[in-house]
């Protein structure tokens, strides 16, 4: 916000804090309640209300700043790191598909590479990329194109029946349900059922020598 008076700024910063609140909100309590105002558009409705532009460039840095970077207290789940090597030795690709608010891909790249995985992933699909939550489709088509992939030779990974299995059964794709942080499901729809990120390698190793 380079030439903008400080007092200015700040009551940006107050009006994208309470404007997103309710979002923010809604992605810690459920991911697929209904998300009434995007980012991109709430960043715009508030540099409107500051008398501000709301060009493209602006928006996305003003959404990168909004996306706090990860810290030492942040560590992915026990595994992750050797599920993403397991992947690559079996020969098939990694694409991260999640849902967020304010972090795009770029964001998630940063993420990745302070936490010295980067080199694992080779494609990164968010929420805001797409323009949707899952379980809209979009989020799952994007990954797929990325992948260069028809839908049966994809698996997708998730801990949610409704936000991950379902609607990549409705696209044809095979699933692993994992709950590392919930009891074992009394029933899944998903290929597999696995209790942690080890148990999905083993998993896919199996899927793929079954057929």
């Known amino acids: 916000m380079a030439g903008q008076e400080a007092a200015v700024v700040d009551a940006l910063v107050d009006d994208l804090l309470r404007s997103s609140k309710p979002g923010d909100e809604a992605r810690t309590v459920s991911t697929e309640s209904p998300v009434v105002v995007e980012a991109d558009e709430l960043i715009t409705l508030c540099l409107g209300r500051q008398g501000l532009p709301a060009d493209a460039q602006t928006i996305s840095r003003i959404r990168r700043a909004m996306a706090i970077p990860i810290d030492d207290r942040f560590q992915p789940l026990p595994g992750a790191k050797d599920l993403l090597k397991a992947i690559r030795e079996l020969g098939m690709r990694n694409v991260i598909a999640s849902n967020t608010y304010w972090r795009d891909a770029d964001s998630y790249w940063d993420d990745f590479r302070a936490l010295g995985m980067a080199d694992l992933i080779d494609g990164i699909i968010t929420s805001v990329d797409a323009g949707h939550l899952k379980p809209h489709p979009a989020v799952f088509e994007m990954a797929m194109q990325w992948a260069g992939a028809a839908a049966e030779r994809c698996v997708v990974i998730g801990n949610r029946?409704?936000?991950?299995?379902?609607?990549?059964?409705?696209?044809?794709?095979?699933?692993?349900?994992?709950?590392?942080?919930?009891?074992?499901?009394?029933?899944?729809?998903a290929h597999r059922v696995a209790p942690d990120l080890w148990a999905c390698a083993e998993a896919l190793r199996d899927m793929l020598q079954t057929g």
């Open 161 to 189: 029946e409704d936000n991950d299995i379902a609607p990549a059964l409705a696209l044809g794709m095979q699933t692993i349900l994992v709950h590392p942080d919930d009891p074992k499901p009394a029933e899944s729809r």
